[in-house]
């Protein structure tokens, strides 16, 4: 879900990097050019994830697009394997302390994390892996720039648990229909957000699984 553009972000000089370049808008394109060429010129496009509004535009910079591994550093930014919100997210990490998200951590509201691979359990030490870098900033895919990381991640990692917290508390007290744990749990969402909120709960419910906390009579 897009509230609004894909943050595209240009690195270094002699030559930059492009990060993320977004859809394949031609105006939005032409900006990032006229600006990767005051720099020198584009080395590499670097992606964070495969998903469409973060690379459709890739192809069109004439330059490489590298989705790099874990510990490869690309122009100076180092990428960190991030699973969670897809599976291939990687973040770019800057010796300064600046930390190119993605949409690992966005800068409005909460990202999506499926279900699917355990992707929520990931996703966690995903926030895990990025607490234990010293951030100065956070450049997310998606919204402002988050000026306090440790605050922002720590609202991650809660807002997660709190939901696991209910969840648990739920199913503790007998409650095995889904229906009902979601309206108990989710309760705060707005009616035209539930089917996203059922999303996180399947993935809540595989994370449990995975731990061995799920009970085996859940029902629809
Ligand atoms: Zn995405």
Redo the contacts with the bound molecule.
Sequence with gaps: MTLEGTNTYIYGADPCVVIDPGVEDAGHLGRVRAAAAARGGIGTVLVT?S?G??ISGADRLGAPVVQPGDGEVHGGLTARATPG??ADHVVFLAADGVCFS??LVLGLGSTIVPPGGNALAAFMDSLALLQAEDLALICP?HGPWITDPAAKLAEYVEHRQMRERRLVDSLDAGERSRAALLAAVWDDVPPELLPMAAMAMEAHLEKLEGEGRLPADLRP
């Design positions: 994830h998903h509004d973060h919100h897809a993605g949409d895919g």
